[in-house]
């Protein structure tokens, strides 16, 4: 399963999301490759990954080199393949023929190696995010309580759809996840109905499990570790914990 983690809106928990999932399946016993397609590279540093004087993603998307050339292996048990501020080009640089289909046929050599590819994108609907979900067999949507990021999800869905139209039939929304999450705020609960409306409207379930906000998330980053090896037992870890649970047993179904 290729599972793409998106919203084109930053600040939302992507990359918290990307690792914790990539580590968590991982930690479960599955073959797990990441993939970190936002040119802040941030997903590369959390994992502890190498992102400069190596390949990288914006090599192996150029065809400069091949993604087996550009995997790392983690101390989360899982691979990852990192990316650089040189992928900032890739707008203007990928503009040929099929420049969608890029990452698809980058990751097809090593594809069957794994049970989960997670992929990290950019806070942008570009080739990038496009890229991404034409490689993709599944998005993953992660959305705080804020009346932007869930107007967000709209726009989403209007490039899911287009993807869906013209690069990628199979391709669909697996679910939004609530991150940073108050529950005891009104305004939290409130969000909560207007992205349930939105969910019907983009035909999404809702987790149930939501991921409270907790300092030690920016602190497992800055320390290149996954929030399980960094703070097993807080809030944030158990939440994510019980996501992968909910989120295997919708993938099991």
């Known amino acids: 399963m290729n599972c793409t ?26 073959r797990v490759l990441g993939i970190d397609l936002d040119p802040q590279g941030n997903f590369s540093t959390a994992c502890g990954a190498e992102n400069y004087n190596v390949q990288t993603i914006y090599e192996v998307m150029k065809r400069a080199a091949s993604i087996q050339d550009a995997i790392q292996h983690t101390k989360g048990g899982y691979d990852v393949v990192p990316a650089n501020i040189m992928l900032a080009g890739a707008e203007q640089e990928f503009s040929q023929t099929g420049k969608e289909h890029r990452l698809k046929e980058a990751v097809a050599p090593v594809a069957s190696d794994y049970d989960f590819i997670v992929i990290d994108t950019p806070p942008s ?18 959305t705080t309580a804020g009346i ?11 490039t899911v759809t287009s993807v869906q139209k013209y ?33 019907e409207y983009i035909s999404a379930p809702i987790y149930k499990t939501y991921i409270r906000s907790a300092v030690v998330v920016e602190e497992a980053q800055a320390n290149s570790q996954d929030i399980f090896d960094y703070a097993n037992k807080s809030t944030v870890a158990e939440d994510y914990k019980a996501f992968i649970d909910e989120f295997l047993k919708g993938v099991n179904e």
Do not use: H, W
């Open 125 to 142: 609907l570009g080739v990038l995010t496009v890229n991404a979900f034409t490689c993709a067999t599944d998005i993953l949507i992660p």
């Open 5 to 30: 983690v998106a919203n084109q809106k930053g600040g939302v928990g992507k990359t918290t999301t990307s690792q914790a999932l990539a580590a968590g399946l991982a930690a479960k016993g599955y």
């Open 167 to 199: 690069c990628n039939p199979a391709v669909k929304v697996r679910g939004i996840l609530f991150t940073r999450f108050n529950p005891r705020a009104n305004i939290s609960r409130q969000m909560k109905e207007l992205a349930e409306q939105l969910g």
């Open 148 to 158: 932007f990021a869930t107007a967000g999800i709209s726009q989403l869905n209007e």
